[in-house]
């Protein structure tokens, strides 16, 4: 008989999580205002807000924080995190920052003016708020596929090409670079083949422009690849990795994600200028440009983080669980994004809550549901994180609207899994008595979504 697939790796360390009852988790979101960010995470039974900074490090990642060097300038942490850099991305140039978003301010500060286009596929939230902060414009330009749930291809991530060429013929002047987010968050952690990432580049130079990855899931991407794109079945990771960051001319780096640690960031480049001059915002606003933000601790775990997120067992082990939940969904009939994403399954909302109007946020009030059913943390990405448009002050609702269960590294097991799915499994069965849903009283006005206050409607 073929042995049945199971993880890479066995467990040193546990943490205890808190069941709760119904009527409690009642009590605690309404006092959060039907916020999900705003529970606290003892609150939380599985939370699958985010695979971001979520992730437990290695026994060797553990072993690396003691050997940390703190020296302000010039530590060897820096040198080891670019020397891992260097090897695994191919960049030269460097600067660390706190986390990924840090990494757009700085990189942004230095690229981005009034009035610019950035098109690139669904810009993450964050991106898109540093590109709009600065009265700038994110064009998206994902492939049409990308918006049907329904739809099986195994590129969702890809850029139309057709779409980037029009934005680029009739704004060229206003647009410093095209941004690739590998892979796509927004659109359900869906891949970016190698072949499209080529056309970008030949666009990009084309027009004399730059091309930046914003790489939080670099090594899930290039796992689909392998897996997917026809030629690369007999590549190492790494190998690809390589190929896809040489069509880059700099990435921005979420750290929090497939380097596997709790907190860091970074950009990295091939031009020496564009290092130059980035360093003085990264100076600025993170720290000096050995640092940026991080300690050397955390510098060392990252680059140890580096390699073990480029590993094809672990990438396998991790994204095979992602699978397994959305497999159990699909059996149930549950609507999801196929083909299920590298880092998390995403719920169609629309589909799960046909009878509810997009004004009272379907995907939000799924994720509550979910709370409420058995503790589990999702995240909504549809309406209330596509924020209101910056000049008309009007909801925005975009073609997706999802609920996210996102699955931290190498952190829960597949009985978790079975808890999530059988929970949604119950909820759909009453789906059709669900018929009302949340307005909002109180909001920020940019990436609300964090700090929003929520009434039932
Ligand atoms: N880019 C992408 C594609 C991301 O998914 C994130 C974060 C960032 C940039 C920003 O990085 O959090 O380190 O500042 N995504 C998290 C998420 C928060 O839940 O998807 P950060």
């Known amino acids: 008989m073929e042995l049945p697939f199971s993880e890479s790796y066995k467990i040193k360390m546990v943490e205890t999580i808190k069941k709760s009852v119904r009527a409690e988790r009642e009590q605690w979101i309404r006092e959060a205002g039907y916020n999900l960010f705003r529970l606290k995470s003892d609150q939380v039974f599985i939370d699958l807000l985010t695979d971001s900074g979520t992730g437990a490090m290695s026994d060797k990642q553990w072993s690396e924080i003691m050997v940390g060097d703190e020296s302000y300038a010039g530590a060897s942490s820096f ?4 020397d891992a850099i260097s090897d695994i991305l191919g960049f030269e140039y460097f600067l660390p920052t706190h986390q990924g978003r840090a990494a757009e301010n700085v990189l942004f500060s230095t690229l981005i003016h009034e009035g610019d286009l950035i098109p690139g596929n669904s810009h993450f939230d964050t991106t898109k708020g540093h590109i709009e902060f600065r009265k700038a414009f994110a064009v998206d330009c994902t492939i049409d596929e990308a918006f049907d749930t329904t739809v099986q291809h195994p590129f969702k991530g ?3 090409i057709d779409k980037l060429e029009k934005v680029l013929k009739e704004h060229s002047g206003k647009i410093p670079f095209i941004i690739i987010t590998v ?7 869906q891949p970016v083949s190698i072949e499209n990432l080529k056309k970008v580049r030949q666009v990009a130079d084309r027009y004399g422009k730059l091309v930046v990855f914003d790489s939080a899931r670099f090594a899930e991407n290039a796992y689909f690849i392998k897996l997917r794109e026809p030629g690369y079945r007999d590549h190492s990771i790494r190998e690809i990795v390589r190929e896809m960051f040489s069509l880059a001319d700099a990435m921005t780096m979420s750290s929090k994600k497939d380097a ?3 907190m860091g960031g970074f950009i990295a480049m091939r031009d020496h200028q564009l290092y130059t001059k980035a360093s003085v915002f990264n100076i600025m606003f993170e720290g000096y440009v050995t640092y940026g933000g991080m300690s050397g601790r955390d510098m060392n775990a990252l680059a140890r983080g580096l390699y073990e997120g480029t590993e094809f067992d672990y990438l396998e082990s991790r994204i095979r669980q992602v699978e397994y939940l ?6 149930y009939g549950i609507p999801v994004q196929q083909p299920i994403g590298g880092h998390a399954v995403f719920v169609d909302a629309k589909r799960f809550l046909p009878n509810l109007p997009k004004e009272q946020f379907q ?3 799924l994720a509550i549901e979910l709370y409420l059913e058995a503790g589990v943390r999702g995240v909504e990405i549809g309406a209330l994180m596509a924020d209101r448009d ?10 997706l609207e999802l609920m996210r269960l996102a699955i931290p590294r190498r952190v829960y097991t597949n009985n978790h ?3 999530v799915a059988t929970a949604l499994k119950n909820i759909w069965d009453r789906r059709h008595s669900i018929n009302r849903g949340f307005v909002i009283t109180e909001e920020a006005p940019i990436m609300r979504h964090f700090t929003i206050t929520l009434a039932q409607a």
């Open 79 to 82: 040198y080891k995190m670019k």
């Open 390 to 399: 910056p000049v008309t002050r009007q909801n925005r609702y975009p073609e």
């Open 417 to 419: 899994m079975e808890v």
């Open 363 to 365: 995907a939000q009030t």
């Open 260 to 262: 596997i640690v709790n």
């Open 158 to 160: 890809n850029v139309d």
């Open 326 to 331: 959305g497999q159990r969904l699909q059996e």
């Open 183 to 189: 892979t796509c968050n927004s659109s359900g952690g």
